[in-house]
């Protein structure tokens, strides 16, 4: 049974910084594509970054680009998302998706598992 499960959301000022984790169990890790994706109230689900299967590329929408960073340990079967000088648009809950894929994706469909979720919130 694969599992993705995400941790580190909360609630910080705006100029904040968060850690987002998603520990992976149940898949062959190193194999998969990951992504990180938001979804704010009323919003669709969008793409945030995406990381490919050895870490060594590392793909950004526009608004978070300099402000985000993907990381993954093959090791820990787990991906990162550095979340640095949040501002209030970037409230929305936080997802990590595995896609069993040589190429990285920015379709949500394009991902075959999905985590739970993480709350992040940034107060003005």
């Known amino acids: 049974q694969v599992q993705l499960v995400e941790s580190g959301g909360g609630l910080v000022p705006a100029g904040g910084s968060l850690r987002l984790s998603c520990a992976a169990s149940?898949?062959?890790?190193?194999?998969?594509?990951m992504g990180w994706f938001r979804q704010a109230p009323g919003k669709e689900r969008e793409f945030v970054a995406a990381i490919s299967r050895s870490g060594g590329g590392t793909y950004y929408t526009d608004f978070v680009k300099g402000r985000f960073t993907i990381f993954r340990d093959n090791a820990k079967n787990t991906v990162y998302l550095q979340i640095n000088s949040l501002k209030p648009e970037d409230t929305a809950v936080y997802y990590c998706?595995?896609?069993?894929?040589?190429?990285?994706?920015?379709?949500?469909?394009?991902?075959?598992?999905w985590g739970q979720g993480t709350q992040v919130t940034v107060s003005s």
């Open positions: 998706a595995a896609a069993n894929k040589i190429f990285v994706t920015r379709d949500v469909a394009g991902y075959d598992y």
């Open positions: 149940g898949l062959p890790f190193s194999s998969n594509t």
